[in-house]
């Protein structure tokens, strides 16, 4: 590992002006290249203390060995330049797009004398006109067959092409009349040439003109009672407007664009793009990437036009691209999109209408491409057990852990405190056994013991079950050192079937009964969300129960860092690393069962009426009372005799009413944060549907890092 300062150029050395550079290894290979717009600002930002460095910035800075730049007069000059030396170098601490195949285009050789239709992969050539990409090459063989009744345009090969010539005979597409047969003189180089133009403008979206006049020269033969042309004209007609609703109009404009999406995590992102041309989706591609730099989402979008346009020139770079984020500074991305095309691009960020709709589509697309990414790579059983082997190396276990906890905690403001418990098992998730937590023991925001109330409930209650199978033999008091607030007899909460859990569901087993208990099993690692506090709070709970053979981590979002108990420094794991990934997919799935489970609790509670506690009422009585009334409000101060006249409600019934809306505490008025109204009138509603926006002030957790957010 070299230390940065070693290489880190003199004081002056450096120019403010903007340029590109390139770290280099011990090897002298370049291992990242980047551009600037003050070569000064940007590389002094390298050599500073590593400690305030992003993890793969500092992994980079300690791989090279020396840094170098090239001056340029412009911020355009300094993407063109980083663009060439990403492809001529690769280097492996750049954001690198890996295509998940090769799409294929359709292709006309409008180089060749005699212009050729075809399906072409791989590098684009000096003048071949392509459409495309498609999705599949049965898709451009399809549009090609309908396409060819109308423009006979030669598909055949030069082989082909040059025997039919010697021979005088055409091939079997020139005999069925989907060839215009130039191979032997029916028609001369110039008219197949024009036949070829006709079918790149139609292709490019220029559909109206050809359709009328196919129907204009149908009418025209029906007229002179040519039937069987006539004939033919309409199927032409019908196998054009067959290829066009292959590709379905999503933009009005005939706007020709394209749509870029991002979706990503800490470690991967994959990228989508909508090619749309006369206002049609005529093709779309996908990438994924590894994350092996701290990028922000615009700087996703910057790499992916490199990509897409690096190599392209004229209408290949299309007058609009659509994008989430735009890159920082935008003006010159900008100018060297215009620059590739030889005319204005606009690269910005749609905000309404078609446009908008077609990129949350994209958006959809690109997240459901990362989710089969992620998906592919944990199914994987070789890459499951890396994984394992990982975390056993770097956390110094004895053994693989076949069966990891992660716990979380989520609540609002400190309301409806809740905890969640994931189970994995040699790397995949087993949702039977999740678990659901309420935080009786204390009223509040506090994570820490949150997690230790969590920790203790769970793990008690695996003493219990392991002191019923005969299991527990020391005769140690297993409830001692658990708080009060989780000893038997608690008040219970629910589980993710609704059923208590505040201390665990008590269940009743039986010897033959075959089924798995519910905390039977110890896992041989507990992940927490979070850093050392809530990783130490969860060790404390193991220690007061006398568990010392289970392994405790935590894992904080904000650097992915993995905490132990007992030292001062995260573990770093190298961002390739299969363990970190499926520690990654064990957080994010604890906090996304435990945020449902929270959010699900808000949203009943938000629903609650001081008329749910009166026995004996339903929904259709209370809807009956409140549709009566108007509101709770107006309802609390009405008489018994008014009550009454609700239809069903009888006078039994209504002192009960009046008495529990007596007794109940009139609900905090919601506040209209727009105008800052209080919504007085409004008691009987749930506040989320208040009219405007509801005062919600939402806390976030320490495990999350997060202010401002739900956790």
Known sequence: MADPSS??????QIPDTPGVYRFRDEHRRVIYVGKAKSLRQRLASYFQDLANLHPRTRTMVTTAASVEWTVVSTE??????????????????????????????????????FPRV????????????????????????????????????????????????????????????????????????????ALAEEFCDFMAGRTGTYI???????????????????????????????????????????????????????????????????????????WVTDKVEAVTTGDLVEHATQQLYGEETG??????????????????????????????VSLRIPQRGDKKALMETVQRNALQALALHKTKRASDLTTRSRA??????????????????????????????????VVFEDGLQRKSEYRRFQI?????????????????????????EKEKTGEWTDGEDISAGTPSSVAAGSEPGTDAAGTPVGEVPEITFTEDDGRPKRFAYPPQLVVVDGGRPQVAAAKRALDELGI??????????????????????????????????????VRDEAHRFAITYQRAKRAKRFRSSPLDDVPGLGESRKQALIKHFGSVKKLRSATIDQICEVPGIGRKTAETIAVALAQAAPAAPAVNTATGEIMEDDEGAAPATTAGPVEEPVTAGASDERRGQET
């Open 118 to 193: 075809q399906v072409m992969r791989g590098h684009k050539k000096k003048g071949v006109r392509y459409f495309g990409p498609y999705g599949h090459a049965w898709a451009i063989r399809d549009t090609v067959d309908l396409l060819l009744r109308v423009f006979p345009v030669r598909t055949c090969s030069a082989g082909v092409f040059k025997n039919a010539a010697r021979t005088g005979r055409p091939c079997l597409l020139g005999y069925i009349g989907k060839c215009s047969a130039p191979c032997v003189g029916r028609v001369s180089p110039e008219e197949h040439r």
């Open 548 to 585: 010392d053979d289970i392994a405790v981590c935590g894992l904080a979002k904000r650097l992915e860092e993995v905490w132990l108990p007992d030292d001062d420094d995260p573990v770093v794991l190298p961002r390739s690393s299969e363990g970190l990934y499926l520690l990654q997919r």
């Open 7 to 12: 290489y880190r150029p003199k004081p002056g």
């Open 212 to 286: 009328r006049r196919q129907e204009q020269q149908m009418a025209e033969a029906a007229e002179e009672m040519e039937y069987e042309r006539a004939a033919r004209l309409r199927d032409d007609i019908e196998a054009l407007k067959k290829a066009m609703e292959k590709s379905a109009v999503v933009l009005a404009d005939a706007t020709d664009a394209d749509l870029i999406a991002v979706a990503e995590d800490e470690l991967e992102a994959a990228v989508q793009i909508f090619h749309v041309r006369g206002g049609r989706v005529r093709g779309q591609r996908g």
């Open 76 to 113: 355009v000059e300094a993407l063109q330049l980083e663009y060439s030396w990403i492809k001529e170098y690769d280097p492996r601490f750049n954001v690198k797009y890996r295509d998940d195949k090769s799409y294929p285009y359709l292709a006309v050789t409008m180089n060749e004398e």
């Open 315 to 344: 209408d290949s770079v299309p007058k609009e691209v659509l994008v989430p984020a735009l890159p920082d500074p935008v003006e010159p991305v900008q100018e060297w999109l215009s620059a590739r095309r030889g005319s204005n």
């Open 388 to 421: 394992l082997e990982e975390i056993a190396e770097a956390l110094d276990l004895d053994s693989a852990p076949l069966r990891i906890e992660c716990y979380d905690i989520s609540h609002l403001q400190g309301d409806d405190v809740v905890a969640s418990m």
């Open 440 to 464: 009786k023991g204390f009223a509040g925001q506090d994570d820490v013991r949150s997690m230790h109330e969590v920790i203790t409930r769970r793990f008690r209650r695996y003493l219990v």
